[in-house]
């Protein structure tokens, strides 16, 4: 129904940068709600960033100051923008997207991209 593929994971070193993007593709609409997960190995999957159909973004207090999540022109393309990047952010990174705009639970998502591998290593 919606494919999510996310994209430019890879290797960094501490303190470095990346920028993660998510496509989506299918049974999509204009601005869909959408949001940035990670999980590493032997933990839980956790939240990262979400970009409403406003637009208006709320982050996990970990990460605010270093990740920014923003629109491309194309409305059902997201970015993750990560900076100042630790040993600790080493992890799959999960793009979401929402079907509906309805209000609802804020970290309930039905779309899930495979995940793009993000290593943070010198």
């Known amino acids: 129904q919606v494919q999510l593929v996310e994209s430019g994971g890879g290797l960094v070193q501490p303190g470095g940068s990346l920028r993660l993007s998510c496509a989506a593709s299918?049974?999509?609409?204009?601005?869909?709600?959408m949001g940035w997960f990670r999980q590493a190995p032997g933990k839980e999957r956790e939240f990262l960033a979400a970009i409403e159909w406003t637009d208006s973004t709320d982050y996990a207090d970990f990460v605010k100051g270093r990740f920014t999540i923003s629109r491309g022109s194309a409305k059902n393309t997201v970015y993750l923008q990560m900076n100042s990047l630790k040993a600790e952010d080493t992890a799959v990174y999960y793009c979401?997207?929402?079907?509906?705009?309805?209000?609802?639970?804020?970290?309930?998502?039905?779309?899930w991209g495979q995940g793009t591998q993000v290593t943070v290593s010198s």
């Open positions: 299918g049974r999509t609409f204009s601005s869909m709600p």
């Open positions: 979401a997207a929402k079907r509906t705009i309805l209000p609802g639970p804020s970290r309930e998502y039905d779309y």
